[in-house]
Structures are given as structure tokens and as C-alpha cells.
């Protein structure tokens, strides 16, 4: 899994020449994790629990 690309998408910065995530207060100094899983079903109410207690600006990626 490639990790900066996905961050780049969700918005949370752009993919520098070297191919690391680069954003406006970190620079590249920022480390990237994900969780993968096999749940099946209830990833829809997951995802709409966690949007209802954003505040209106999420800043992660789930698909």
C-alpha cells in the first residue's frame, strides 16, 4: 500500500519530488499509517459516525 498518494487525495498535502507527502506546517516531516481490515458490512455507519463528529472538515481517508 502506498501511502502518500492517498494522503495527497484526502487532502492533507502534495507528493514532493522525492515522493514523500509534503504539507503546509510539517513540510515533510510527517509519518503516514493505516489500519487495514477485513470487517464486512457496517463500514457505511462507521464512516457516518465519524463524519458526524468532525467538525466539518475531516482530514482522513476511508474508502
Do not use: C, Q, W
Not at 484526502?10 to 522525492?18: F, K, P, Q
Not at 457496517?42 to 481517508?61: A, I, Q, Y
Request: net charge positive.
Amino acid at each position: 500500500m502506498v501511502l502518500p498518494p492517498s494522503a495527497a487525495a484526502a487532502g492533507l498535502g502534495e507528493i514532493g519530488r522525492h515522493g514523500l507527502l509534503v504539507t503546509k506546517n510539517y513540510g515533510s516531516r510527517v509519518r503516514i499509517s493505516a489500519v487495514t481490515t477485513n470487517l464486512s458490512g457496517g463500514l457505511s455507519l462507521f464512516r457516518d459516525s465519524l463524519m458526524r463528529k468532525s467538525s466539518g472538515n475531516p482530514r482522513f481517508l476511508l474508502t
